[in-house]
């Protein structure tokens, strides 16, 4: 992140409550203050239940918050309509998912497609930015494929290119590692550190990992609702010295 970088997401005070007036009232999210600064790498680390993925769905403007202020690059989201906000999704929004979320019947070219097809992009340039987008996820020669016949980091490849096609400032990947086994976890890492130290995009992390986190520019821990600690990560891809194999493991 350079100096003095535009914060592009701000959450003040937000709270999330659902079944509202019902005897099954719940509020998952209890006064949430953050902002994320242009080019950052930030994840946000928490166990199951503690609201992060709450959260995400928020910041990525698929659910609006019970009370507080969301602005994303300056816009309070409170004023926009349902319209603008998918708007906003589609154009400087990228979602990558645990589950992958990619059409099961529509090959992978197809699939990076979509985005554009719903921003009223040209057939020719879209399929020309796809083509792109794969090569650049180490996807060029699986084009055709179906996702039944890709594996699990395959599909999460072509998902990370779907999340970039119509070219956004800001990419929320909720887990996208934890359907994968460590090797192909650490070459998607590796593949979100690319995006953000040469594309300068903006990612926001949920993970589980502590490990993962530790390689981002900051780590923000959500418990119950709250913000409990915020701190520094290295912001880097660990070195081969500081990881262990899968031969130590097995001797161990």
């Known amino acids: 992140m350079s100096e003095g970088a535009n914060t592009v997401i701000s959450l003040k005070n937000i709270i999330k409550r659902f079944y509202i007036g019902t005897p099954n009232e719940l509020q998952i999210l209890n006064g949430i203050t953050l902002d994320v600064h242009e080019g950052e790498f930030v994840s946000i680390v928490g166990q199951s239940g503690s609201g992060k993925s709450t959260l995400m769905n928020l910041i ?13 690059d300056g816009l309070d989201t409170a004023s926009a309509s349902d319209n603008d906000l998918s708007y906003i999704r589609n154009q400087q929004i990228g979602f990558v998912f645990q589950t992958y979320n990619l059409v099961p019947k529509t090959d992978a070219l197809k699939n990076v497609e979509l985005p554009m097809l719903y921003a009223g992009v040209s057939r020719k340039e879209r399929t020309q930015r ?10 060029g020669d699986r ?4 996702p039944e016949e890709l594996s699990g980091g395959q599909k999460q490849r072509v998902a990370i290119a779907r999340a970039m096609a ?9 887990e996208p590692t934890g359907a994968l086994d460590s ?19 903006t990612i926001l992390l949920i993970t589980h990992s502590n490990e993962l986190a530790e390689e981002t520019d900051r780590i923000i821990t959500i418990k119950d609702g709250y913000i409990t600690g915020e701190r520094k990560g ?5 070195t081969p010295s500081e990881t262990v194999s899968e031969s130590e493991v097995t001797e161990a």
């Open 234 to 238: 290295s912001g880097c891809v660990p």
């Open 166 to 174: 119509n070219d956004p400032a800001i990419i929320l990947a909720d």
């Open 60 to 72: 990525g403007l698929l659910d609006r918050p019970t009370e507080g202020e969301y602005h994303i």
């Open 183 to 201: 090797k192909t976890g650490r070459a998607v890492m590796d593949l979100f550190h690319k995006l953000n130290k040469e594309q300068g995009k």
């Open 130 to 139: 796809a083509l792109e987008l794969l090569e650049l996820v180490d996807m």
């Open 143 to 146: 084009t055709k494929h179906l």
